[in-house]
C-alpha cells in the first residue's frame, strides 16, 4: 500500500468527474475559440512518472492548409466543452505558423527535456515538474496493452486503457486485466496510476499487489461503463488502495 489518507470532499468539477477512456481521446476533434472544427487529438503523450498528460499531439488538416505536420500542444491550452463533444483550444493561425511542431517520421515520444521546455515556453505555459533531467514520455496507444508485473518481476496482466481526467489532463486510474492471476481474465481493475512503477527492462509497469487484495478490489464488471462519472466511484477505488486523490495531487 502506499499511503494512509483521510476522505477528502468532492469539491473539485462537483460531485462527477468527467474521465474519457485513453483510447476515446485519440481522435477526438478539436474546436477554434469560435466553434469551428480545424483539426483533431492524434495522441497523448504522456509522463509515465507523474502520470499527466505532458501535451496532446494535434493534426490541423484545413487549417492553414496543414495536414501532415502534427504540433504538440500543452494540454492546459485544451478546453473540454461538452456541448461539442471535443476541445476548444484559442489559438491563431499566425502563432501556428511558427509553433513548434513534429516532423513527418520523427518519434513523437520526446525523451528530451529541452523539447517539452520549447512547447510550453512557445505557448506560455508553464512546464511539468519532471523527477528526472530526461522526462519518460510514452504515447497513450503505447500504454494500452503494456504488461504489468508483481514485485517479482513476474508477468500478472496488462494495461487495458488508461482513464483521464478530461479537465486537468492527469490520469485517474489504469484499467488493468489479470489473465492468470487468480485466474482472472473477464474483469477488470482500475487501478490508481501513482501504484505503477514504470520499469525499462523488462519494458512494462510493476504492481505490488496481492492475490489477497485484488480478491476485494473495485472491479468493472461485463458490460459496465468504465468512464465513471461519479466521484464517490472514484473515490472508493482510491479509498480501498488507501492511496492519495488524484484531483488533491499538485
Excluded at 495522441?43 to 499527466?52: E, M, N
Excluded at 500543452?74 to 461539442?84: G, N
Excluded at 482500475?190 to 512503477?197: A, Q, R, Y
Aim: charged content about 25%.
Amino acid at each position: 500500500m502506499v499511503t494512509t489518507m483521510q476522505h477528502a470532499p468532492m469539491t473539485e468539477h462537483g460531485t462527477t468527474s468527467p474521465l474519457i477512456a485513453s483510447d476515446r481521446v485519440e481522435g477526438t476533434a478539436v474546436y477554434d475559440a469560435h466553434g469551428k472544427r480545424i483539426g483533431k487529438v492524434e495522441r497523448l503523450v504522456i509522463d509515465k512518472a507523474s502520470g499527466c498528460v505532458a501535451y496532446a499531439v494535434l493534426s490541423f488538416g484545413g487549417f492553414l492548409g496543414i495536414g501532415a505536420d502534427h504540433y504538440p500542444i500543452p494540454w492546459p491550452m485544451l478546453d473540454y466543452d461538452e456541448k461539442l463533444g471535443g476541445y476548444r483550444v484559442d489559438i491563431t493561425e499566425e502563432q501556428l505558423k511558427n509553433a513548434p511542431k513534429i516532423e513527418q517520421g520523427e518519434s513523437w515520444e520526446q525523451a528530451n527535456g529541452d523539447r517539452g521546455e520549447e512547447v510550453h515556453g512557445y505557448w506560455e505555459q508553464p512546464a511539468p515538474v519532471q523527477e528526472r533531467q530526461t522526462s519518460s514520455l510514452i504515447t497513450s496507444d503505447r500504454v494500452e496493452g503494456m504488461p504489468v508485473y508483481d514485485a517479482r518481476g513476474k508477468r500478472i496482466g496488462k494495461v487495458e486503457r488508461m482513464m483521464i481526467d478530461k479537465l486537468t489532463g492527469r490520469i485517474a486510474y489504469a484499467i488493468l486485466s489479470f489473465g492468470g492471476f487468480l485466474g482472472i481474465g473477464e474483469d477488470h481493475y482500475p487501478i490508481p496510476w501513482s501504484m505503477l512503477t514504470y520499469n525499462e527492462k523488462p519494458d512494462g509497469f510493476q504492481l505490488d499487489i496481492t492475490e489477497e487484495q485484488l480478491k476485494n478490489a473495485p472491479k468493472i464488471e461485463q458490460g459496465e461503463n468504465w468512464e465513471q462519472t461519479n466521484r464517490a466511484r472514484n473515490q472508493n477505488v482510491y479509498d480501498y488502495w488507501e492511496v492519495r486523490y488524484y484531483w488533491l495531487v499538485e
